[in-house]
């Protein structure tokens, strides 16, 4: 994990003490790097400053889902963001709200078109049913 430190840090090395200045950026382990964030010696470098707000993710042709490494934060589920899982669901959603537009099916056979449309590209992924009141 890339750290920058944002103070001065004296470090302990087996070759002796060494001082990391503040504004240095060092690849740690997580451990290492975690304790130093906590301490408020170091933060995490974003390995991607910026995002592209129109990179979102999708299901390819081969049926896999494809997150953009420039996507929006949220998706990052490598850096803290909403699960695959959740992801798929989002795209499930997307997908049974804009079937029913043609007007020929309700809102029922187009979640269920989109469940089997999901399904197709993502064996793992079963509509969840909301419990009946």
């Known amino acids: 994990m890339k ?3 944002v ?6 090395t087996t070759a002796g003490n060494r001082t990391v200045i ?7 382990g997580e451990e290492k790097a975690g304790k130093l964030i906590a301490a408020g010696v170091a933060r995490a470098v974003d390995l991607i400053p910026s995002f592209n707000p129109d990179a979102l993710p999708y299901i390819d042709n081969r049926g896999r889902l494809v997150i953009p490494f420039d996507c929006p934060p949220r998706y990052r589920y490598w850096a803290g963001g909403q699960s ?34 999901m ?11 909301e419990p009946q009141k």
Not at 7 to 12: H, L, S
């Open 3 to 5: 750290v920058e430190f």
């Open 7 to 12: 103070k001065d840090f004296e470090a302990r």
């Open 22 to 28: 503040a504004g240095t950026v060092i690849d740690l």
């Open 84 to 117: 695959v899982r959740d992801t798929l669901k989002e795209i499930f959603e997307e997908r049974a709200a804009c079937l029913p537009r043609d007007d020929s099916m309700t809102r029922e056979q187009a979640e269920e078109e989109a469940a089997r449309i």
């Open 119 to 129: 399904s197709k590209y993502s064996g793992d992924y079963h509509k969840e049913k």
